[in-house]
């Protein structure tokens, strides 16, 4: 069906013009961008190494971390070598099959993130309201149930997304304002005036998906203030406090960021650039900061890379 889907296409490929409106200079770019998508993958391998090695960290917390670690790895990589071979090659063309992959690829790997970071919010909810139930129900058996849950749940109800976008017709104009085949871009080109069906869908699945996520999140963490304020110790207090605080950055800006970027594109806005930097700077800020906030923050990961940094070091 996908391939009868592509036969009716009049344009034979889509080129991604970049970033809109600095074309002339958007090389530049590149270097903040490469150094960033480094930083993403050596931190989260890092990250991978040290709970692999650490006997200490085979924890249900630290293997959720490691899962992220996965995923941020993947929604980086999504993108970022098509955006370097964009601004280092002029390598602007992409056939219609990878553009439709990457964007399934891109909404898959985002409603991954969110599920990981609500299974995490659930874990730190036990871990703090329910500790002494905490062995019994976060259990490795928990960690896996979660996690293909997750997979299943992301991987399957994203698969219209890009299927609709293909099932369009797409009649002369193939060029995006854009680094990545995100759903807007490439939809805007169709010339088909059925849209509404099929947009209804979409923005039903982002808030049912993304809204469910977070009110999970948030009154995860609600839940955990409430439970932290009734603390007699201010020390145990401020330890989860603190503890808590740097997932709900990365969180927020996870979500704040999806919000703007639908608000934008849906507006119309004057300066198309602004969406299309934050699309792209959401795919690769949070890879590269969530493992520092979590490796920073948490006690048994930098009590674990202090130890492979010495055995590295012993070895050399």
């Not at 150094?35 to 249900?60: G, M, R, V």
């Not at 703090?128 to 149930?145: A, D, E, N, Q, W």
């Not at 509404?196 to 039903?204: D, G």
Request: hydrophobic letters at 50%; a positive charge; charged letters at 10%.
């Amino acid at each position: 069906k996908f391939t009868s889907t592509l036969s009716k296409f009049q344009v034979s490929e889509f080129v991604l013009l970049g970033f809109p409106g600095i074309h002339s200079w958007q090389h530049w770019l590149s270097l903040p961008l490469a150094l960033l998508y480094l930083l993403a993958l050596s931190t989260n391998i890092l990250i991978l190494i040290i709970i692999n090695k650490e006997a200490a960290l085979h924890q249900p917390m630290y293997y959720f971390l490691g899962i992220l670690a996965v995923v941020d790895m993947g929604l980086a990589t999504t993108i970022m070598p098509k955006i370097l071979a964009i601004l280092w090659f002029n390598a602007k063309a992409i056939s219609f099959l990878q553009c439709f992959i990457q964007m399934y690829a891109i909404h898959c790997f985002v409603a991954m993130e969110s599920g990981i970071f609500v299974c995490m919010a659930i874990d730190r909810y036990v871990a703090i309201c329910r500790p002494l139930h905490y062995p019994s129900i976060i259990t490795g058996s928990f960690v896996v149930k979660a996690t293909v849950f997750m997979a299943l749940r992301n991987s399957l109800t994203t698969i219209p997304i890009p299927v609709f976008a293909a099932q369009r017709q797409y009649c002369s104009k193939n060029q995006i304002e854009h680094c990545l085949c995100s759903n807007l871009g490439v939809t805007s080109l169709s010339c088909d005036d059925d849209k509404t069906v099929k947009s209804i869908y979409q923005l039903l699945l982002a808030w049912t998906l993304m809204g469910s996520d977070l009110g999970l999140i948030i009154l995860s963490y609600a839940l955990i203030l409430q439970s932290v304020l009734k603390l007699n110790s201010a020390e145990a207090a401020s330890k989860a406090l603190s503890t808590c605080t740097s997932h709900l950055i990365l969180i927020l800006f996870f979500y704040t960021v999806i919000i703007v970027i639908s608000i934008t594109h849906s507006a119309a806005m004057t300066v198309p650039l602004i969406p299309v930097l934050l699309n792209v700077l959401h795919n690769v800020i949070p890879p590269a900061l969530n493992p520092m906030v979590y490796a920073l923050k948490n006690k048994g990961l930098r009590q674990g890379l202090y130890k492979v940094l010495k055995l590295y070091f012993k070895g050399n």
